[in-house]
């Protein structure tokens, strides 16, 4: 006989070395490396051969600094859409990328004390590609200790020779089909840069400027109007005003002549009292109603320089909503001015130079300045002019270059630009027959290729891609086949540099002639591409360069990415083979702190990958990831990440318990029992398991991550940890370890414990493999697994059905039981007595899905009666305090009188009388 003391020993406690705590990160690491060494990636492509392939094209980041918190959410995502597809039997090539050219490794590398002028472009830029690459290998840690799976050995890197190659192929290719062109024209200009930049690389901010009204005296009025008549326009940038060669009007709407103390005053005929209340104008007769087309060809005088005309045109981009509906006309300095006056025949005047500095034209009171310090100059000198009828300041939006932070200003100048009208119907076919998430994808992008001008693809830098054109003898550029097929095949071979290095006579084959060029003489073009070209045509060097094919699967990254990635990637791709190169495109948002503010490294708010896996560890920030509702902007930061954590810590103590009652791992598949003959109360938990696998697939594949962690969450902690496994210890610690109950409920964890391992491993990468590391429930790596089907159960209808029936019972008699505990009848539900009354078809239910009532119930017995008791929702209960005597084994109390003092079941385990 034990003694007392010693029946603990005769329990079949919980065992198992998968620890309570993580210590996520002290042992990701080590899988990592684990991975790296193994060959995972590899193993994974292998093992998927011939199987349908699912391409999630990566989109290349910047290579300038460690990894943040942005880079992180994505580079997770991504994975857990690999790890996903891959385990529903997809091959999954996935080929991480760089962008490794543009102005910030320019900065970056003059910062460490480099100068370009000093010691050459060639120099200068071999400086960068080593600082780029640099950049590389130092994010590449960074994502690999996300636990992110993918070739890192053998990522596309956008400064390779051979990707390098594909983009002047791309280059040629099209302008060859006439879509690449040299023109003069008005570009987003940034001083602070002194380059053009692409729409991708501008944003808005909220900026005070002075905004003014001034008259332009009439010169020749058509015998409509006098010398005594002013034309009123107005303007945000007076800098601008020394360039103005025209006055635009809509030859639709209605202009007012007004006498006034400031001359007649031509004004839309809507505005006038607002405008001469603005002018402090309290005394005005109107005199004329003018339409707007009768003032074509109008001249005025230009306020500033009388020698200067300006001409008055009409066009549909004036509006009534603000200023005068007569706009200042500056061809060299907007996209409209520009149009209009290209159709009127105005030269494109362009008095800023690339420094954003008013050049000696301007005359000795403006040469010099910055545009900042001109404005107020020229406010003066039209206050001086007598032109000047109104001033204040006003908040607007206004564009910067989203690099420096610094204000950028449009100025017309010779670019090489991408043509969009020519492809325009076609992109706009192509969005359509796209899927998009979300849904408000579609639209976004169809606005912004409607209403996109044609793309400027050149740069005023060193570091980058060379436009690769040749220039004849009389200055014409060869758009010749032979030319740029020459030029990828050097580049392919030597690099981007050698463009840089040589002389153009040796970028030409050998015995080359053009009829541009009779002496075989040869200049070249210096800008390099705008680095949304390079990455814009990563389909081809980084996709079907390698044989992936053409369109990708997938393309996810922020949503800043539709008018960056997204659309130069769906301009090239449409224009080289007639289709974009995506078939459906996934988006974020942007990441806030927990107050709601953008992460800022000036706000001291940005929280590094690094710091989050060092102390919360890569598993709990992948939750994060796919918890939050990534689509929008989600926040992050350690009380959000310490909720988190709590998650993961109930889904890590879950799965300890599920595999800790398999007898220290020696309970395997092979000693399951058949589900159809368990008892329908572990066969209910199967058919919830079964839909949970169900559910969670259809939420993986439509990228509804945070609705597939719900859905293990809400089995774990309530349909198991709170139900099925609270009941079911008594079974697994008391049970002689071969019983048939015990058997039945570790068939169920086994089966529970593997397909959930598998159904968390795109998410739980690490916890996942530790988990299988104990469970072997794939010999190498559960990342070589994939997700069990469901349908472990055959007809789940009427057991769900009669199951929850019962379930609904089990609920009253919780009430009751807390009610009892409540008035001081119990201390314990195990000391419950319960008599139960309840209708025919809810007690046969019980009766026949519940093979102990009792021990479901967790109290001391249950049986049911006919008399009627305490009314709760589906039954009455009856509640008194048990008469029994605590079994000193199990510790639920029981009548039975065997040696030692323990009950029926336990005196047969122990084999006692």
């Not at 009534?320 to 060299?332: I, N, Q, R, W, Y």
């Not at 017309?412 to 979300?438: C, E, G, M, N």
């Not at 589900?675 to 259809?698: C, G, H, M, W, Y």
């Amino acid at each position: 006989m034990e003694k007392k003391n010693d029946y603990k020993s005769t329990l079949q406690m919980m065992k198992t070395t998968f620890e309570m705590r993580g210590n996520l990160p002290r042992k990701e690491p080590v899988f990592q490396k684990r991975w790296q060494d193994e060959h995972l990636y590899e193993k994974m492509l292998a093992k998927r051969e011939g199987c349908e392939p699912f391409v999630l094209h990566d989109g290349p980041p910047y290579a300038n600094g460690d990894i943040h918190i942005g880079h992180a959410m994505n580079k997770v995502l991504k994975d857990v859409i690999n790890k996903s597809k891959f385990m529903q039997g997809y091959q999954v090539p996935y080929i991480p990328g760089w962008d490794t050219h543009g102005l910030p490794i320019e900065t970056a590398v003059t910062k460490l004390g480099y100068d370009r002028k000093k010691i050459g472009i060639p120099e200068f830029r071999k400086i960068c590609r080593e600082f780029a690459l640099e950049q590389v290998e130092r994010q590449k840690k960074g994502f690999l200790a996300l636990g992110s799976i993918g070739d890192y050995d053998h990522p596309y890197i956008t400064l390779t020779p051979d990707f390098e190659e594909e983009q002047i192929r791309i280059f040629g290719k099209m302008a060859v089909d006439g879509l690449i062109y040299q023109g003069l024209k008005p570009v987003y200009w940034s001083p602070s840069s002194e380059t053009a930049l692409a729409e991708a690389e501008v944003e808005y901010k909220d900026v005070t400027s002075p905004t003014i009204y001034v008259k332009f005296q009439v010169k020749d009025g058509k015998s409509i109007l006098d010398e005594n008549d002013y034309f009123v326009i107005w303007t945000t940038t007076p800098w601008t005003i020394p360039s103005n060669l025209g006055i635009s009007v809509h030859p639709r709407f209605e202009y007012a002549r007004v006498k006034t103390d400031q001359g007649n005053l031509i004004v839309l005929s809507t505005m006038v009292e607002e405008l001469m209340q603005r002018f402090g104008i309290e005394n005005y007769e109107v005199l004329q109603i003018i339409p707007g087309k009768d003032l074509e060809y109008m001249t005025a005088t230009h306020p500033l320089y009388p020698e200067v005309e300006s001409l008055v045109m009409v066009g549909e981009h004036v509006t009534d909503d603000s200023g005068t509906g007569l706009v200042h006309t500056a061809p060299g300095f907007g996209m409209d001015d520009f149009m209009i006056g290209r159709k009127y025949g105005l030269p494109v005047f362009v008095n800023v130079d690339a420094q954003g500095r008013m050049m000696d034209v301007c005359g000795p009171r403006l040469a010099g300045k910055t545009v900042d310090e001109a404005n107020p100059i020229v406010i003066d000198w039209l206050t001086e002019k007598g032109a000047l009828l109104s001033r204040e300041d006003i908040v607007h939006s206004y564009p910067h270059d989203w690099r420096t932070k610094k204000p950028i200003i449009f100025r017309a100048t010779t670019q090489w630009f991408a043509s969009i009208d020519k492809i325009r119907d076609q992109l706009l076919d192509q969005i359509h027959s796209i899927s998009w998430v979300p849904a408000w994808g579609e639209d976004r992008m169809n606005n912004m290729i409607a209403d996109r001008a044609d793309w400027c693809i050149s740069r005023q830098r060193a570091w980058g891609v060379p436009i690769p054109i040749l220039y004849g003898e009389d200055g014409t550029p060869l758009m010749d086949p032979v030319l740029f097929d020459y030029a990828a095949k050097l580049i392919g071979e030597y690099g981007s540099n050698v463009w840089f290095e040589r002389d153009a006579k040796d970028l030409v084959p050998e015995g080359y002639t053009n009829e541009h060029s009779p002496n075989g003489l040869f200049t070249k073009e210096t800008d390099t591409m705008d680095v949304w070209f390079d990455s814009g045509s990563s389909h081809t060097g980084a996709m079907k360069k390698r044989g992936l094919g053409y369109p990708a699967d997938l393309y996810f990254e922020g949503s800043d990415q539709y008018r960056g990635w997204f659309n130069s990637s769906l301009i090239i791709g449409t224009a080289v083979y007639g289709q974009a190169p995506y078939k459906q495109v996934l988006s974020h948002g942007f990441i806030m702190d927990e107050q709601g503010r953008k992460m800022s490294k000036s706000l001291w708010n940005a929280m590094a990958p690094a710091e989050i896996t060092n102390k919360f560890g890569a598993d709990v920030l992948r939750l994060w990831a796919c918890m939050v509702d990534y689509q929008a902007d989600c926040s992050v930061g350690d009380n959000i990440l310490k909720q988190v954590s709590d998650t993961y810590r109930k889904v890590r103590n879950t799965f300890r318990f599920l595999v800790g009652n398999l007898d220290s791992n020696t309970f395997g598949k092979d000693d399951l029992l058949d589900v159809e003959t368990l008892s329908p109360q572990n066969k209910f938990i199967l058919a919830l398991l079964d839909d949970t696998v169900d559910e969670v697939r259809k939420a993986y594949n439509e990228y509804r991550f945070s609705d597939a962690v719900n859905l293990m969450v809400i089995l774990m902690t309530n349909e198991l940890s709170s139900y099925y496994l609270d009941y079911a210890k008594d079974i697994l610690y008391c049970d002689a370890e071969d019983s048939r109950d015990r058997r039945e409920i570790q068939t169920v964890l086994y089966l529970t414990a593997s397909i959930l391992t598998r159904l968390w491993a795109p998410i739980l990468a690490h916890t996942a493999e530790e988990i299988n590391d104990l469970m072997k429930f794939d010999e190498e790596s559960i990342h070589l697994s994939e997700f069990v089907k469901s349908g472990l159960i055959e007809d789940t209808t009427e057991l769900k059905k009669n199951m929850e029936t019962a379930l609904a019972l089990r609920k009253d008699v919780l009430k009751a039981l807390e009610e009892a505990k409540t008035d001081g009848v119990l201390k314990k539900s195990n000391e419950a007595v319960l008599r139960i009354h309840a209708n025919d078809e809810l007690r046969s239910i019980v009766e026949e899905y519940i093979s102990n009532p009792a021990q479901w119930l967790m109290v001391e017995s249950a049986e049911f009666t006919d008399e009627s008791l305490k009314p709760y929702s589906v039954c009455e209960i009856e509640v008194k305090h048990t008469d029994g005597h605590l079994c000193e084994r199990c510790r639920n109390y029981t009548h039975s009188h065997h040696e030692g003092g323990v009950c029926d079941r336990c005196a047969e385990v122990l084999g006692v009388e």
